[in-house]
């Protein structure tokens, strides 16, 4: 398909376990980005990347929560340790180039993970 | 620290009648705002944007207004559709870009037929 998608759309973990979140963004696609979603609540931005690049995590949690784009392409985020306030739909959303305030964000349907 | 509000999390309205849907910011540094669609099960859709430098920006049945002194910005709908139901989220990013959007909680609109 040519929009964001997102693997798995659902994801049950014990407390303590670690999870892989992953995001395939639109192809060709610069810039791509990753928000939490707590219920009831907007998306929270977390981190953003520049092709392979890490420019901003400020928006990170906690250290338990690492993301990666190695190849500029593909990213997956990572919950280590898991808790239960980590439950919430993450949201993976990517733009051609993230630079320029007319340049739209994209986002795919979200994994909604919940920590029992 | 909510900087971003949607007070309103519904909204009803009838078919063919106006819908607004309103949002509050308390971040003087935000230049660019965005309103963004979101069906059940989907990731939210970008709807229409405004600068920072503008009140009004129109794109069809959708039109956002900008208040820059009272800090709000609206969206309306019209004529509403059955299928603008939806929640709808505000956004503001500051600095010119949208690498850090501000997102409000979301508010739902139903429209009824």
């Known amino acids: 398909g040519a929009g964001v998608s997102q693997s798995p759309r659902y994801k049950v973990a014990k407390r303590g376990q670690d999870v892989a979140l992953r995001c395939d963004p639109i192809?060709?696609?610069?810039?791509l980005f990753w928000y939490q979603q707590a219920l009831g609540q907007g998306p929270e931005f977390l981190t953003y990347f520049q092709n392979e690049a890490q420019l901003d995590k400020s928006g990170l949690p906690s250290d338990r929560f690492f993301a990666e784009r190695p190849e500029g392409s593909v990213s997956t985020l990572k919950i280590q340790r898991t808790q239960q306030e980590d439950s919430a739909v993450y949201l993976c959303?990517?733009?051609?180039?993230?630079?320029?305030?007319?340049?739209?964000?994209?986002f795919g349907p979200g994994t909604r993970l919940t920590v029992l | 620290d909510q900087q971003v509000k949607q007070n309103s999390p519904s909204l009803s309205v009838q078919e063919g009648r106006i819908s607004i849907l309103n949002c509050d910011y308390t971040?003087?540094?935000?230049?660019?705002f965005l309103w963004y669609k979101k069906y059940p099960a989907e990731g939210p859709t970008f709807l229409i944007s405004?600068?920072?430098?503008?009140d009004k920006n129109e794109d069809g049945r959708f039109t956002v207004f900008l208040n820059k002194s009272a800090k709000h910005l609206s969206l309306h709908i019209v004529p509403s559709q059955p299928g603008d139901s939806a929640v709808y989220f505000c956004a503001a990013s500051a600095g010119g870009g949208n690498n850090d959007m501000r997102f409000g909680a979301g508010t739902r609109l139903t429209v009824k037929p």
């Open positions: 405004i600068s920072s430098i503008k």
């Open positions: 192809s060709g696609h610069v810039s």
């Open positions: 971040n003087s540094m935000f230049d660019y």
């Open positions: 959303a990517s733009s051609s180039s993230g630079l320029g305030p007319t340049d739209t964000q994209y």
